[in-house]
């Protein structure tokens, strides 16, 4: 993975000095709250309900173990002792205090990590998929562009202050893991007559207004990554919304112009850059692809597996086709019923932390469902990975099951949330705590988020579930038929949201639609795509007043 | 009053800059004597006359008014001045890369409006070179830490016409 030469090390360790300065100026009350706000934000600092969370970036998903023992020295020394992964490939602290945080960027800055506009309205941490260099289907390593990029919008002086947050997605794969078809710039690598370049689509996202991007290029060269990237954060720069947060992001931008109208003023501005002296070199692309190597592999043939039940179980869910025969990919579940997805132990940091050492060449990667991965595992070492991973609560079989919920923070921790959405997350892992039904039920992804800020992804959550206010009450709306991958597409409301109370049976009631339609072999979106969402409408809300019925209830009350 | 920050030093403002009264139009307004900064409404309703009264001319653009629409014109200008709002609106960083870069502007480039401390570094990278800070901050630590946050950057920049990658050894 990257290692970090003299620059890198120096701007990180600037960067946590700015900062110090920047919070004794604050405290000194030299610096307002509000001139201060931008810049802790753009330090992954926010004032939370509860105390203030610190986002800490993990670049495009990877770890090494020197660096997830320093995240646990940080849970215990100034936090409660855990952390949470979030979905854009980070880590945040729920406790630390403002005056420790600058002490936390600088245990972090040792082993090259930072908190650097990991929020704010700027250029976000560049992210990608969690199986990048191993992955079977991978036809280019997106990594060391992943990292191109990072450098490039690190303290980018153009762009620092930008109508709203801006989030790039690079991926590389058959198969898009990276969500790029929702991100305010998404990059598929493409070869096309041997040359590598990228397909540019702009203006998706999430969120509020949730939108599907638009192909802006269909090939670009990789040398002209930057320059064409600049071209079109200059455009948005310049003319994007500044009147209104809610309509600041490029998507409405580019909904405003219009596709072609826009991609014209990007492909107008970047007549001007291309070919300039941001242009990509191959002495650069080299330097940079060197780092992300692949590890000593030793000589491997795919082997038979134990066949007990708990193990072959965990292995189906966990494990992920790797190029190197002999080896595989281990997700490690940080969905165990009962506990916020996500959520992670500094125990649990520094056994992964063993583990990948011992088993995985010291390096993990984190996944947008906030799973940890070991990438490079070899299958006769599979049986004694899983055992100790079982004993730190960590190899719940439930990767791309119901129970392996994408969740957000929510109303527990974060100031912008509608509804808590943890409490939802685990009283649907009770309610279909049976493995064997579990498995039954088969791959189905159920994300939920605290407000449409949507961080917990419910739009493309094959079953989405969204905290929403209702009159000052938690309440939740329910999506069908979203999901992520090449087809991404968003899930449409079934209808009226439920409470909380409510909510595993409404689940349980879906699935009951499913299991009793589904034809042999059909996964839940099958099923879902064949049969359309009346069926699961209809018993959702079956015997629950509502339209006419609930006016009368009301009028008869 | 705004502090002027130039050549490394807190300068002397010679500049007034012209402000519209309510009521008054760019059409009507009287001209003041002295160096002025005209904003750009009165600049295109006043060109013919501005030009022929006074041998120094500045000019004050706003976030939204474009500069391809005074490229031509930037050879009148001693002093550009680029206005933020509010420190978080963006807009003149992409004006002054363009410029500078595109328009090869090389009069004084000023930043006017809430112009604050933390944002020196980066509007000193795209082409200010000169700062009219926020009336009640420190300019002399603005002076001496403001503008050396970083000791080098990545990125192509006014100052910085090749990106790192390009300078290695
Ligand atoms: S989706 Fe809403 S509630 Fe959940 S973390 Fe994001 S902002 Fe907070």
Same mark, same amino acid.
């Given at each position: 993975? =990257?290692? =970090?030469?003299?620059?890198?090390?120096?701007?990180?360790?600037?960067?946590?000095?700015?900062?110090?300065?920047?919070?004794?100026?604050?405290?000194?009350?030299?610096?307002?709250?509000?001139?201060?706000?931008?810049?802790?934000?753009?330090?992954?600092? =926010?004032?939370?309900?509860?105390?203030?969370?610190?986002?800490?970036?993990?670049? =495009?998903?990877?770890?090494?173990?020197?660096?997830?023992?320093?995240?646990?020295?940080?849970?215990?020394?100034?936090?409660?002792?855990?952390?949470?992964?979030?979905?854009?490939?980070?880590?945040?602290?729920?406790?630390?205090?403002?005056?420790?945080?600058?002490?936390?960027?600088?245990?972090?800055?040792?082993?090259?990590?930072?908190?650097?506009?990991?929020?704010?309205?700027?250029?976000?941490?560049?992210?990608?998929?969690?199986?990048?260099?191993?992955?079977?289907?991978?036809?280019?390593?997106?990594?060391?562009?992943?990292?191109?990029?990072?450098?490039?919008?690190?303290?980018?002086?153009?762009?620092?202050?930008?109508?709203?947050?801006?989030?790039?997605?690079?991926?590389?794969?058959?198969?898009?893991?990276?969500?790029?078809?929702?991100?305010?710039?998404?990059?598929?690598?493409?070869?096309?007559?041997?040359?590598?370049?990228?397909?540019?689509?702009?203006?998706?996202?999430?969120?509020?207004?949730?939108?599907?991007?638009?192909?802006?290029?269909?090939?670009?060269?990789?040398?002209?990554?930057?320059?064409?990237?600049?071209?079109?954060?200059?455009?948005?720069?310049?003319?994007?919304?500044?009147?209104?947060?809610?309509?600041?992001?490029?998507?409405?931008?580019?909904?405003?112009?219009?596709?072609?109208?826009?991609?014209?003023?990007?492909? &107008?501005?970047? &007549?001007?850059?291309?070919?300039?002296?941001?242009?990509?070199?191959?002495?650069?692309?080299?330097?940079?692809?060197?780092?992300?190597?692949?590890?000593?592999?030793?000589?491997?043939?795919?082997?038979?597996?134990?066949?007990?039940?708990?193990?072959?179980?965990?292995?189906?869910?966990?494990?992920?086709?790797?190029?190197?025969?002999?080896?595989?990919?281990?997700?490690?579940?940080?969905?165990?019923?009962?506990?916020?997805?996500?959520?992670?132990?500094?125990?649990?940091?520094?056994?992964?932390?063993?583990?990948?050492?011992?088993?995985?060449?010291?390096?993990?990667?984190?996944?947008?469902?906030?799973?940890?991965?070991?990438?490079?595992?070899?299958?006769?070492?599979?049986?004694?990975?899983?055992?100790?991973?079982?004993?730190?609560?960590?190899?719940?079989?439930?990767?791309?099951?119901?129970?392996?919920?994408?969740?957000?923070?929510?109303?527990?921790?974060?100031?912008?949330?509608?509804?808590?959405?943890?409490?939802?997350?685990?009283?649907?892992?009770a309610r279909f705590d049976n493995l064997d039904y579990l498995f039954d039920i088969g791959e189905i992804d159920l994300n939920i988020s605290g407000c449409m800020n949507a961080c917990g992804h419910h739009h493309v959550g094959h079953i989405g579930v969204l905290g929403v206010d209702k009159n000052d009450s938690e309440f939740y709306q329910v999506t069908l038929g979203g999901r992520q991958g090449n087809e991404a597409k968003l899930g449409k409301v079934i209808g009226p949201s439920f409470s909380a109370d409510e909510m595993p049976d409404v689940v349980e009631k879906i699935i009951k639609v499913y299991l009793e339609n589904r034809h042999p072999d059909e996964r839940f979106l099958d099923t879902f795509d064949r049969i359309g969402i009346d069926p699961f409408k209809n018993r959702a809300y079956e015997g629950r007043a509502h339209g006419k019925a609930k006016a009368a209830q009301k009028e008869a009350a | 009053m705004a502090q002027l920050i130039k050549n490394n030093a807190v300068a002397v403002d010679t500049w007034k800059t012209l402000e519209l009264a309510e009521g008054e139009t760019p059409e009507a307004v009287a001209l003041p004597e002295g160096d002025i900064i005209f904003p750009f409404a009165v600049w295109q309703a006043r060109k013919a006359e501005i030009i022929s009264r006074y041998k120094r001319i500045g000019l004050l653009l706003q976030p939204d008014e474009p500069v391809e629409e005074i490229a031509v014109d930037l050879d009148y200008f001693i002093v550009v001045a680029l206005n933020f709002p509010k420190f978080v609106d963006g807009r003149a960083y992409s004006s002054a890369s363009l410029l500078r870069q595109r328009y090869h502007y090389q009069g004084e480039l000023r930043a006017v409006g809430d112009v604050l401390h933390d944002q020196l570094f980066f509007m000193q990278r795209v082409g200010f070179d000169s700062y009219a800070l926020k009336d009640g901050k420190n300019a002399v630590y603005a002076l001496e830490a403001g503008f050396s946050s970083f000791s080098d950057s990545y990125q192509t920049s006014t100052s910085q016409a090749q990106p790192h990658f390009r300078r290695r050894a």
């Open positions: 993975m =990257y290692k =970090y030469d003299a620059i890198d090390r120096q701007l990180v360790t600037e960067r946590v000095e700015q900062f110090r300065d920047q919070v004794s100026r604050w405290q000194s009350g030299e610096l307002t709250g509000d001139e201060f706000r931008p810049l802790r934000l753009q330090n992954g600092l =926010y004032v939370q309900r509860h105390a203030p969370m610190l986002r800490v970036a993990v670049p =495009y998903a990877m770890m090494n173990t020197a660096q997830l023992r320093k995240l646990a020295f940080v849970a215990r020394t100034y936090d409660k002792g855990y952390g949470h992964f979030t979905t854009r490939h980070n880590m945040q602290f729920n406790w630390p205090k403002i005056e420790d945080c600058p002490d936390i960027l600088a245990h972090l800055a040792e082993v090259e990590m930072h908190a650097i506009q990991t929020s704010g309205n700027c250029i976000r941490n560049v992210t990608t998929d969690q199986f990048a260099g191993v992955a079977a289907d991978e036809i280019i390593d997106p990594r060391p562009l992943a990292e191109i990029l990072r450098q490039w919008s690190t303290f980018h002086p153009e762009f620092a202050f930008l109508p709203r947050k801006f989030k790039i997605a690079i991926s590389g794969t058959k198969e898009d893991r990276a969500v790029t078809w929702f991100h305010d710039i998404g990059l598929q690598l493409q070869v096309l007559n041997g040359e590598i370049g990228f397909r540019v689509i702009v203006g998706g996202g999430l969120g509020r207004t949730p939108i599907r991007g638009q192909i802006v290029r269909e090939f670009l060269p990789w040398q002209h990554i930057l320059t064409y990237c600049e071209a079109i954060l200059r455009v948005y720069n310049r003319q994007g919304r500044r009147d209104n947060a809610y309509k600041a992001r490029i998507k409405i931008l580019v909904q405003a112009l219009g596709v072609e109208e826009f991609a014209k003023q990007v492909e &107008a501005e970047w &007549a001007h850059l291309k070919d300039g002296p941001a242009t990509l070199t191959q002495a650069e692309y080299d330097r940079i692809t060197a780092h992300f190597s692949a590890p000593a592999y030793e000589r491997a043939d795919d082997i038979e597996l134990p066949s007990e039940k708990a193990f072959a179980r965990w292995v189906h869910r966990s494990t992920h086709p790797h190029k190197v025969a002999g080896y595989t990919a281990v997700t490690l579940s940080l969905k165990q019923h009962g506990i916020a997805p996500g959520d992670i132990t500094a125990d649990q940091m520094d056994l992964v932390a063993d583990l990948a050492d011992r088993y995985s060449f010291g390096e993990l990667r984190i996944s947008h469902e906030q799973n940890i991965i070991l990438a490079d595992v070899k299958q006769s070492e599979l049986y004694a990975v899983w055992q100790a991973a079982k004993a730190g609560g960590l190899a719940t079989p439930n990767v791309g099951l119901l129970t392996g919920i994408i969740c957000c923070p929510g109303g527990d921790f974060c100031d912008l949330a509608n509804a808590k959405s943890i409490p939802i997350a685990n009283a649907i892992q | -």
